[in-house]
């Protein structure tokens, strides 16, 4: 932008595809087709608005952003809306701090707006950060010549579980209704009657559910909408706000912690236009009541005589740990060390640790944890994939994820948007990538866009994105990709183009096999998308059983030697160690004594079981925690650490881009496991130096990046996939994947969320239904040997013989229930499980 401050006596040359105009005495070069209140914005020159928002398209709603304009030397009947007007070359705008005639068009407008409008700031969530009130002071008249009666209405509404309408407060600026709209693509909130009646609503039949509704809450101009869960709680002056990170997913989304008193009393959206831009979803925003909920662990633990769980401190509950950690590795646990009724006697020789890592952890801890696998535990057997995972994936991983970011071309969100096709794999963005999703939709919205869909059904995220669905039966998703010709290869042919990859894909043989040698074929950019917040930085950290820190191989001896060399020991292990699965068969087997485990859930993984079974069976079990789980139960000794409130570090978020964050609340007792491994790792004699997350990740910054592709440059040929299986009579193959809102640990005791989760349903298609005697909205039962769920029926566009359900809700935890995931057999009949209600699974089996 080019500005000078004398109009007549410039005489350069205007920029290609720019006009030159005048504002408040300043002349200014601006893009064609930009609009009067962003050229203003560039200037410095603040003009009020309510509807106006610089990712919503232009409303003209309000009318408070009046200005005075001159066309052609010709001064405009009337004021005009500078978040409408598109510069013009000659035009000469006056705003209200150089015209009378915009300053008064702005008091009128002011004025209207204050008819209606209650003065209740005292009592409204608004207060204090309305620009309401600090537009009525700057550009409003001081006094009211109103007399009459103001409108009222019941209040407040609930349009949904967790958003609150006091329909008075409204300015109709219609920011709500259009985020709904253009934004996420939920248009239940509308403009409702006419005139003076006017105002936001929603059909009765028709919920305001969606995964971003809190977005309307924080970019409404008043205090109309409030949140359910913070209304009344606090007063904006009052809170402490700190800068974040959102924990929840693998988005990376910024933003903002309000606390008061020690307590976090709000979320909000970050701004930050290369990530989320100034958005973030329902769950980022309303899910941190588990900071507080009962089952949080504060003190150490350790397992008594009498075989329960008791507080310690800190002191013994490390040496306990260090102790049983020791003689796991050398194998020599003492026999009441392990579970006599439960492990054979050929156990008794067990040796080793092994260390498994979850999805919570951030980029710093993952490092300690790999450090402290391969220093401590002398293993290689460390994984962070706390999940249906394969050796494929590894392969895959390491050949084109590993050391990509968006300082070296790898995928970003920006990319994405400017791609002009894209391949949606083994994911489901609204689901499993919220922001991602919104992308997506921003960049079909502009019509730049084509997406494709690798999938079972149309979605509401296929849907939303104006996605062609490619259909697969689960497991054929490999034969399909290879079998992709015409206008999906055309089109992934173009430069620019991506292939977007879930981590649902390690559960079909050779489906990550088959994207990479579609990528070969069309020169499409793959990015990876895995759902959890820590998965990308613990993949770069080395928390996997074949990689060393940077994506250096363990079977390479020069990566070896530079690790070695950096954490100042002798030699490191030479052999690839076992994934997640292998280490709790090993576990399970008698192979391993010992296990270091960090956040994982055994609910969450193929065979939960199996898991189970490994965790009851290993001699000793240290679990370092945030609450009570399945894991805790089993352990030997169990090691509080810090939540994401009470400690600083960062995430990798799926493009590679590091999110780091600071403490929000100081919490003494409160440790980072970086901090807890690094005690724990002294009391077994060696030094992690991970006492910080700084001082982990000065260290870790010295090891990374190595490039991508260090393992092979395709995994084309690593895995063929193997036909679907063919359901038999009574039979249909399970098509599963979790939704947004389930039963996530991080999601607890958050009652307004919850309301709004999608109800979980199975779902198949109408020649399915006839089939097997299913009723749309009637229950039926879906079920293994294991166990049985009852879901109601809804038709959807699935392949003829695959019913869906959701994979973690309420009354459908599909692996802890039936032992089966997405790919596999299950049987489906009318009915309940056994008289209970629908959605209940069977008693005693989840």
């Not at 039949?205 to 409030?226: E, H």
């Not at 974040?244 to 930050?272: F, K, P, Y």
């Not at 692996?815 to 008693?843: F, K, N």
């Amino acid at each position: 932008m080019t500005v000078t401050q004398d109009a007549t006596t410039d005489a350069r040359p205007v920029p290609e595809g720019h006009v030159r105009l005048t504002i408040d005495g300043i002349e200014v070069d601006a893009p064609k087709g930009e609009i009067l209140i962003r050229t203003c914005e560039r200037l410095g020159i603040i003009v009020p608005r309510f509807c106006d928002h610089p990712l919503l398209e232009p409303a003209g709603a309000c009318r408070q952003c009046l200005v005075e304009v001159e066309l052609g030397g010709r001064p405009m009947p009337k004021p005009q809306a500078s978040c409408t007007m598109t510069v013009a070359d000659g035009m000469v705008v006056r705003t209200q701090h150089t015209s009378k005639v915009a300053d008064k068009a702005q008091q009128g407008v002011m004025e209207l707006l204050l008819i209606n409008h209650p003065l209740d700031c005292p009592i409204c969530d608004k207060g204090g950060e309305c620009p309401l009130q600090n537009q009525a002071m700057s550009n409003g008249r001081a006094d009211s010549r109103f007399i009459d009666r103001k409108r009222t209405f019941p209040k407040p509404i609930p349009i949904s579980t967790q958003v609150l309408l006091d329909r008075e407060r409204c300015v109709l600026c219609q920011r709500c209704t259009r985020f709904s709209e253009q934004i996420a693509g939920d248009p239940f909130i509308e403009l409702l009657e006419r005139g003076a009646e006017q105002q936001i609503g929603v059909a009765e039949d028709k919920p305001f559910q969606s995964y971003f509704s809190g977005n309307t809450i924080q970019i409404c101009p008043v205090g109309a909408l409030t949140s359910a869960a913070y209304r009344f709680r606090s007063r904006p002056f009052d809170l402490v706000s700190t800068p974040s990170v959102c924990e929840h997913c693998a988005g990376g989304c910024a933003q903002r912690n309000d606390t008061r008193r020690g307590t976090v009393m709000r979320r909000l959206a970050g701004n930050d236009p290369e990530v989320n831009e100034e958005w973030n979803c329902d769950k980022g925003r309303f899910a941190f009541r588990y900071l507080t909920s009962k089952g949080r662990i504060e003190r150490p633990l350790v397992r008594g005589e009498d075989g329960e769980l008791r507080e310690t401190s800190w002191t013994e509950a490390l040496r306990t740990a260090a102790e049983g950690l020791i003689a796991a590795r050398e194998g020599t646990l003492p026999e009441s060390a392990t579970h006599p009724d439960e492990i054979p006697d050929s156990r008794s020789g067990a040796r080793g640790l092994g260390v498994l890592v979850g999805g919570r952890v951030t980029y710093e801890d993952a490092y300690a944890y790999a450090k402290f696998a391969r220093v401590a535990g002398r293993t290689n057997d460390v994984d962070f994939r706390g999940r249906p995972h394969s050796a494929e994936e590894l392969e895959f991983l390491g050949a084109h994820v590993v050391g990509t970011n968006p300082e070296n071309g790898g995928l970003t969100y920006g990319a994405v948007e400017a791609a002009p096709a894209a391949l949606v794999v083994a994911l489901d963005p609204e689901e499993e990538a919220g922001i991602l999703f919104l992308r997506l939709r921003k960049a079909v919205r502009k019509g730049g866009l084509r997406v494709f869909h690798l999938g079972q059904w149309t979605t509401p995220s296929v849907r939303k994105t104006n996605a062609t669905l490619i259909p697969a039966v689960p497991g054929d998703e490999p034969a399909v990709l290879a079998g992709l010709d015409g206008d999906v290869v055309e089109a992934l042919g173009q430069p620019g183009a991506a292939i977007l990859v879930g981590e649902r894909a390690a559960e079909v043989p050779g489906l990550y096999s088959a994207v990479s040698e579609l990528a070969a074929r069309t020169g499409a950019t793959i990015g990876w998308v895995p759902r959890r917040a820590g998965d990308r930085g613990a993949l770069e950290a080395g928390a996997v059983p074949n990689l060393l820190p940077g994506g250096r191989p363990v079977t390479d001896a020069q990566a070896r030697a530079e690790v070695a060399t950096a954490w100042n020991v002798d030699d490191l292990p030479t052999q690839p160690g076992r994934d997640t699965s292998a280490i709790l068969a090993a576990a399970a087997n008698g192979e391993l004594a010992g296990l270091v485990v960090g956040g994982l859930d055994p609910y969450d993984l193929a065979d939960p079981e199996a898991a189970l079974t490994g965790l009851r069976a290993a001699g000793f079990v240290v679990s370092l925690e945030l609450h009570t789980s399945a894991v805790t139960e089993l352990a030997d000794v169990v090691l509080p650490v810090a939540p994401d409130v009470n400690r600083s570090g960062s995430y990798l978020n799926w493009e590679g881009r590091r999110r780091a964050f600071d403490v929000t609340l100081e919490a003494p007792g409160m440790l980072p496991d970086c901090r807890v491994l690094d005690t724990l790792a002294v009391e077994m004699d060696v030094d992690l130096y991970t006492q910080t997350p700084h001082a982990a990740a000065s260290e870790l910054a010295r090891l990374t990046p190595r490039e991508s592709g260090i393992l092979s440059g395709r995994v084309a040929d690593s895995v063929r996939g193997t036909p679907a299986q063919s359901p038999q009579d009574g039979q249909a193959v399970l098509a599963s994947w979790r939704q947004l809102l389930d039963e996530s640990s991080l999601g607890v005791d958050e009652p307004h969320l919850a309301g709004t989760a999608r109800a979980p349903e199975a779902r198949v298609n109408a020649e399915t239904a006839g089939r097997l005697g299913l009723s749309e909205g009637e229950p039926a039962v879906v079920a293994t040997e294991q166990g049985a769920i009852s879901l109601p029926v809804r038709l959807a566009d699935l392949p003829d013989g695959v019913v869906w359900v959701p994979a973690h809700s309420p009354g459908a935890r599909v692996r802890a229930t039936l032992g089966a995931g997405h790919g596999d057999l299950v049987t489906v009949t009318a009915g309940t499980v056994q008289g209970e209600p629908v959605g209940a699974a069977s008693e005693g089996r989840s």
